[in-house]
């Protein structure tokens, strides 16, 4: 019965699901829920707000079933939902303005790959690799000291490898925006990278 599902598309998944078929549902939850975790842990690292997160967000899921447009992917709606859970729960947790990015160390163009080829020497880094060892914790702490927006951006830019077009859906926010603030992540990063590790590991 499961492989029967396995083969579905996201949108034939809902459309059963909504039909009365859970098992589809299921599927769906199944598919997405590794990723949808992963985004959650390193966007909001608190685990008691991951767990809470990730249960509204299949939630929202579940109760916006019937509004899913099929002609469109599941998967960047389903991180729009997980993204503006994510917010609203820290917000409702730090109850203090966002904290201002200032003036960022110009990222001298280096690329987004340039960059993370520099973190690892596999420049796939798979996340399950990236939770391994002194890199994963150096990366992860970088990424979580991060501005809210900025963090965001680059988990959804090389962690879930989003398109400029689909973080844009899932943001709410131009394209140009999307461009702009990933840079500006990137060099961010690229900064406190080298600041971490020494200059000498990103020549």
């Known amino acids: 019965m499961a492989e029967k599902y396995a083969k579905l598309s996201d949108a034939e998944l809902l459309a059963r699901y909504s039909a009365g078929e859970e098992a589809a549902f299921r599927e ?22 991951v767990e809470d997160v990730f249960q509204e967000t299949f939630l929202q899921l579940f109760a916006s079933r019937d509004s899913f447009d099929t002609n469109r992917p599941l998967r960047p709606w389903l991180f729009t939902i997980a993204a503006n859970k994510a917010k609203d729960a820290l917000r409702k947790w730090q109850r203090t303005s966002a904290v201002s990015i200032g ?5 001298q163009d280096l690329s987004f790959d340039d960059m993370l080829n520099t973190v690892t020497s596999d420049n796939t880094m798979p996340y399950d690799e990236l939770q391994k060892g002194e890199t994963s914790n150096r990366v992860g702490q970088i990424i979580a000291d991060m501005p809210e927006n900025l963090r965001e951006i680059l988990i959804l830019a090389y962690f879930q490898r989003f398109s400029y077009k ?15 603030r990933l840079h500006t992540a990137v060099g961010r990063f690229a900064k406190e990278w080298k600041t971490s590790v020494g200059s000498k590991e990103f020549k």
């Open 166 to 180: 689909q973080m844009a859906d899932i943001l709410s926010i131009p394209i140009g925006t999307v461009k702009s």
């Open 28 to 49: 769906i939850v199944s598919r997405y829920k590794n990723s949808l975790y992963a985004f959650l842990r390193q966007f909001l690292n608190r685990h008691d707000l």
């Open 103 to 107: 003036t960022m160390a110009d990222s």
